[in-house]
């Protein structure tokens, strides 16, 4: 097989410091698994833009568009939507991929353990709006195909999992829309041979905090993803410890949940958790199985021997907690 070919972006305020630390986990993962990875860095976001006058400079979209393999992006600050609505939309990355998962050590809202697959490309973030005097329309974006593939991807995943996919929408308000979305969808994952009950968003986030176990594949719009997954991640217990893929026919693009967050940015105390779960599915996109599964029980095992950043109630920095999560890959 071919060297795959990794693209990093660390991006901004605690981006680097992120990277840095799962970057540090992953050379330990690769080294003990005798993995060999192209390795190439290029810049995006607030930082870029004010160096090159674009937040997503030609040079970075050239080396992710025809170079890399996949893409492991760090946090991108106030431009995040010139940088990752343009890579999303430029790598055709249709299925958004975001887990939600209890960890040991980690106070969790409830017990949750489930895989949100959100369309990524079209609903009213397909990037249409206008205004005439007085009022102004978003566009809420639809097709049939764009259903069909990331159906296709939520039934990947249930048949790796408990089997279940429940998918969420409004179409009981929004039934041209949403019920075109509800029923090919329905139609793809029966076809699949997957069990699939559905959901109004609004239930389902109620269902989310009262009982995730109820949900093991969530599969929904872009808009509802969005919203639902920062809720999931947080009930999991907070934004520092949840991990995306991006995922099309051709191209990934991994990165975590949590932005910038310039308010902890250059301190060192960022939880890199994170961001070291978005290698370890990068790991796992890849083909290599046991390293990734290898990493993620290594971020287990650190936490469930107390091992933490001050998020999470401990005093290690961004780096020791790297250090210390890295100890348990071997
Ligand atoms: P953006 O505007 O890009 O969303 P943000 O500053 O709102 O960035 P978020 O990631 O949305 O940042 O996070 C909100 C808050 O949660 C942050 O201000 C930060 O205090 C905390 N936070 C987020 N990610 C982490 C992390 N990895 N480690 C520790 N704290 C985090
Ligand atoms: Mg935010």
Redesign the pocket.
């Known amino acids: 097989m071919a060297v795959p070919r990794v693209l990093v972006i660390p991006g901004?305020?605690?981006g680097p410091e992120?990277t840095d630390a799962a970057m540090y986990v992953l050379e330990k993962t690769l080294d003990m698994y005798g993995i060999d990875l192209e390795i190439r860095y290029a810049e995006a976001g607030d930082t870029a833009a004010r160096k090159y006058g674009e937040p997503l400079p030609s040079e970075t979209l050239r080396l992710a568009k025809n170079w890399a393999d996949v893409v492991l992006k760090g946090?991108?600050?106030?431009t995040?939507r010139d940088v990752v609505v343009v890579l999303r939309r430029e790598l055709g990355v249709y299925a958004n991929i975001r887990p939600a998962r209890s960890l040991p050590g980690v106070v969790s809202v409830a017990p949750i353990d489930l895989v949100i697959v959100r369309e990524n490309l079209e609903d009213v973030y397909a990037g249409i709006e206008f205004s005439v005097p007085g009022a102004a329309f978003a566009v809420k974006v639809v097709t049939e195909e764009g259903t069909r593939r990331v159906a296709r991807v939520a039934a990947r995943y249930a048949s790796s999992r408990s089997g279940r996919v429940t998918i969420v929408h409004k179409a009981n308000v929004l039934r041209v829309a949403d019920g075109l979305f509800r029923d090919v969808a329905r139609r793809v994952l029966e076809e699949e041979g997957v069990a699939v009950d559905e959901m109004y968003v609004d239930a389902a986030a109620m269902e989310m905090v009262r009982n995730p176990s109820r949900f093991d594949v969530v599969l929904t719009m872009n808009q509802y993803g969005d919203i639902l997954s920062d809720l999931a991640a947080q009930v999991a217990g907070?934004?520092?410890l949840a991990p995306s893929a991006n995922i099309g026919d051709g191209k990934a693009l991994f990165e975590?949940?949590?932005?910038?967050?310039?308010?902890?940015a250059g301190k060192g105390?960022?939880?890199?958790?994170?961001?070291i779960l978005s290698a370890a599915m990068m790991l796992e996109y890849l083909g290599y199985r046991e390293a990734a599964s290898r990493m993620e029980l290594a971020v287990e095992q650190a936490l469930a021997a107390g091992f933490t950043?001050?998020?999470l109630g401990g005093g290690l920095s961004t780096m020791d907690y790297a250090r210390a999560v890295a100890k348990f890959i071997q």
């Open positions: 901004d305020g605690i992120v946090p991108v600050g106030e995040a907070g934004l520092g975590p949940v949590h932005g910038a967050a310039w308010d902890i105390v960022a939880n890199p958790t994170a961001m950043t001050p998020d």
